[in-house]
């Protein structure tokens, strides 16, 4: 697969042609009903559309969703066309509307976009499902724009089937370094925390979100996926609106950072994706989160913001117990 010549330091994660062969292996896919208990787990190598009739009813507790966008774009040979707004519009719904199948009455679901997509995502979401929120996160990455603002965001929609659904808020609160911190009159700190690396507060999620690194060559989470969620991203999402034992869907698997995650947080999985060779590199990701499952950004049960932590040495991977769940820096952002 990888003919690219790369720097000595770079990191991405690649596939030979053995571990192509031997991945393939463990690759699913469906051609009747199946159930949940011989699906969790698995990737599904497989277009979304031929899969979806044979995906079982209710059985998932989060849906995350990263569609392409409606731009001319190029995925390892496979190629998607950019749609006028209402195609676009369509093509969501062709999807979309028959996942509400698959999902527990208490599901939550979030759904990846663009500026230009944005409305389009929430004009066929809320057809279906309840409206809570739009996360708008810092994507600083890609080159200036001459004559236009330079776009470096993008949102994410969460829905959720019913009023009831999970929200684990203090699994997602944010770290971050204090400016102007506040001390009583004995000097002690006031709704913060003194430590050798400086002042640091708590703070609780909101929908902008500035913390988040791109993933790139030197990132041991990066691949030559050319739209790869960042799994500190992922993780939000999964911390919030999931619980251990949960049950997470991707049905645009992409090279695997939905799964990948879930597994490293103790959710069980299930991803769909079409093209084999990014099916290939999801499974040796989840090969390697057997081995170290640390999530950039993260530690000590909360996420830190960007380049706030006291120690930015890179340490030796640590594996933790699978019921503690407390995931650990291992760069620095």
């Given at each position: 697969m990888d003919e690219k010549r790369r720097a000595p330091?770079?990191?991405?994660?690649?596939?030979?042609d053995a571990e192509h062969v031997e991945l393939a292996e463990r690759l699913v896919r469906l051609d009747g009903p199946i159930t949940p208990a011989s699906l969790i787990g698995r990737t599904v190598c497989q277009d979304l559309f031929d899969a979806l009739p044979h995906l079982p009813s209710s059985?998932?507790?989060l849906l995350i969703v990263d569609p392409p966008y409606n731009l001319d774009k190029s995925f390892h040979g496979g190629a998607f066309k950019r749609r006028s707004d209402r195609q676009y519009v369509e093509w969501i719904d062709s999807w979309l509307e028959p996942l509400r199948r698959v999902l527990k009455p208490s599901a939550s679901l979030y759904v990846c976009c663009d500026w230009r997509c944005s409305s389009a995502v929430q004009q066929v979401g809320e057809r279906y499902f309840n409206v809570q929120n739009r996360i708008t996160w810092e994507r600083e990455k890609g080159r200036g724009a001459l004559r236009n603002w330079k776009n470096c965001s993008e949102d994410i929609w969460f829905f959720t089937v019913s009023r009831?659904?999970?929200f684990n808020v203090d699994a997602v609160k944010l770290k971050r370094r204090v400016m102007a911190p506040y001390t009583t009159e004995d000097g002690k700190p006031k709704d913060w925390d003194r430590t050798a690396g400086g002042g640091f507060r708590l703070t609780h999620p909101s929908n902008l979100w500035t913390d988040i690194s791109v993933p790139f060559w030197s990132m041991p989470e990066n691949t030559d996926h050319p739209t790869q969620k960042p799994e500190k991203l992922i993780a939000k999402l999964i911390l919030a609106s999931s619980n251990p034992g949960d049950v997470i869907l991707d049905p645009f698997l992409g090279s695997g950072t939905t799964s990948v995650v879930a597994k490293k947080l103790g959710r069980r999985y299930v991803?769909?994706?079409m093209d084999e060779?990014?099916?290939c590199l999801a499974e040796k990701r989840l090969g390697l989160a057997d081995h170290d499952d640390r999530?950039?950004?993260y530690q000590d049960g909360?996420?830190?913001?960007r380049n706030s932590l006291s120690d930015r040495s890179e340490s030796a991977p640590k594996?933790?117990?699978?019921?503690?769940?407390?995931?650990l820096l291992f760069e620095t952002e």
């Open positions: 330091r770079n990191r991405t994660i690649t596939l030979d059985f998932v507790d009831q659904y999970t991803g769909v994706e060779t990014y099916c999530i950039q950004g909360v996420f830190w913001e594996k933790r117990s699978r019921a503690g769940r407390q995931p």
